[in-house]
């Protein structure tokens, strides 16, 4: 049994998938403080000029403790116009945009009081587009306490799992030996990012996982997982 365990964030980078794909339960981390200029609220699309940032305005005036399942997307902008906008212009003539876009546009058709809703109804966008199958869990319904490293170790033996894939960040604070004693084992994801056609000259990576949809349809999964 591998898990893997990683915060929501709107419209996740390939990467994000890749992980998600190679286990057989993947948790969000929902109820961690939120960060700011990070990836929870925000992400990149490819433009002719390169890429341009897509990001939820959310409300933190004297909120600067809030969790990441508490943080409310401000509801006086018009953010979701905006983002479904600058997708259709900029994807409007990748190969596989009338195939999915409709799909997607519906996710700015709802209405989210909650930044975590908006990540989930996105993720599980990409999350089927892609045909993955991995079931998912909130680690709020865990009741695993901790910090970072015992967390984990927490929130992989609530699971019964017996191998943790993380991401490569982890590698500054996860104790290689605590894992060990607690008969878990530990793989560091080391992502090669791989380079697809896009929409404009050049290729620009860690875009959100929405440009590798577009253009590539139903081999993104194959392409995103790269050679096994």
């Known amino acids: 049994m591998k898990i893997a365990i990683l915060q929501p964030s709107y419209l996740p980078w390939i990467g994000y998938f890749d992980q998600m794909a190679r286990v057989d339960k993947f948790v969000f981390l929902d109820d961690v403080q939120f960060t700011r200029r990070d990836w929870r609220n925000r992400n990149r699309i490819r433009t002719p000029q390169g890429s341009a940032w897509l990001t939820v305005p959310v409300l933190q005036k004297n909120r600067y403790q809030q969790s990441l399942q508490e943080t409310e997307i401000d509801p006086a902008s018009s953010w979701k116009r905006k983002h479904c906008e600058a997708i259709r212009s900029n994807y409007s003539r990748a190969p596989y945009f009338d195939l999915y876009f409709p799909a997607l546009e519906s996710i700015y058709n709802r209405d989210y009081r909650f930044l975590t809703d908006l990540c989930y109804t996105g993720i599980e966008f990409l999350k089927e587009s892609f045909k993955i199958e991995t079931p998912t869990f909130l680690s709020s319904d865990l009741n695993v306490g901790g910090s970072k490293g015992d967390r984990i170790l927490g929130i992989c033996e609530a699971l019964q799992a017996d191998n943790y894939l993380s991401g490569d960040a982890a590698e500054n604070y996860l104790d290689p030996k605590a894992f060990e004693q ?31 949809l577009f253009n590539c349809g139903e081999n993104s999964l194959k392409i995103l997982r790269g050679p096994d």
């Open 182 to 212: 607690r008969a878990v084992g530990l793989e560091f994801q080391h992502y090669q990012h791989p380079e697809y056609g896009q929409c404009f000259p050049g290729f620009v990576p860690y875009l959100s996982a929405v440009d590798l």
